[in-house]
């Protein structure tokens, strides 16, 4: 196995915490960011914000002195802002699409500018069942999340024959800080929807973001990865 620089956005908790976990496991040099630039014991943490290029680009600049070039860029950091559409106000709408949409696109590109010289490189961007299932007062989250697809299929096209893939990984309904948020009665309306009956684990998720970002995945790119339980079938 060849040991790459990863950055996983978002990786101070919840299922970006596992996914850069389960890289320094595998033995690869990983950076994480947070807002405060606060996280975990293991990887390399960094501040940024993704809805700040200059706050992006400041970060690899850190990574890349520390750590190398950025070859696995993994576009996790998220929010949701959920209210149903009559209630949803624009800024609601504009903060979820600037962070998970625009702000994966500001991560992405900055590290595209390594892969190219390398010719290598893997980008994973972290989206949701929710993107092409809808969710009811989602209608803000599943637009930024369906959009990740658009950008993993043209850096597909733009990209492919550089050495570089994109991919997306589509987790259904995970034990984190957001899950825990929705109440008894629709934790387990969800859990009946679910074929597999019960919640994901985070290292579920990151087993398989680990698996798309290695040699052995050189041949999947613009693919739709869920781990779902099987909720969003058909998709
Ligand atoms: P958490 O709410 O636990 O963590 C969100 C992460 O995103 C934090 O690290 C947070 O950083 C970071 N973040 C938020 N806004 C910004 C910003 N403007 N700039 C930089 N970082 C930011 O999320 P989860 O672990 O639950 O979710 C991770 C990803 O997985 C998200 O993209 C989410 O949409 C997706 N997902 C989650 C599911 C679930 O069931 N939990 C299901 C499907 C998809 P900070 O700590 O600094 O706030």
Known sequence: MTSRTVLVTGGNRGIGRAIAQAFLDAGHRVAITSRDGSGPEGPL?????VTDSASVDAAFTRIEAELG???????????????????????????????NLTGAFRVVQRASKGMLRAKWGRVVLISSVVGLYGGPGQVNYAASKAGLVGIARS??????????????????????D???????????EYKKAIPAGRYATPEEVAAVVRWIAGDEAAYISGAVIPVDGGLGMGH
């Open 45 to 49: 943490a960094v501040a940024a914000d």
């Open 69 to 99: 070039p950025v070859e696995v860029v993994v576009a996790n950091a998220g929010i949701t802002r959920d209210t149903l559409l009559m209630r949803m106000s624009e800024q609601d709408f504009v903060d979820v699409v600037d962070t």
């Open 155 to 176: 850096i597909t096209r733009e990209l492919g024959a550089r050495g570089i893939t994109a991919n997306v990984v589509a987790p259904g309904f995970i034990e984190t």
């Open 178 to 188: 957001m899950t825990a948020e929705l109440d008894d009665a629709t934790q387990a």
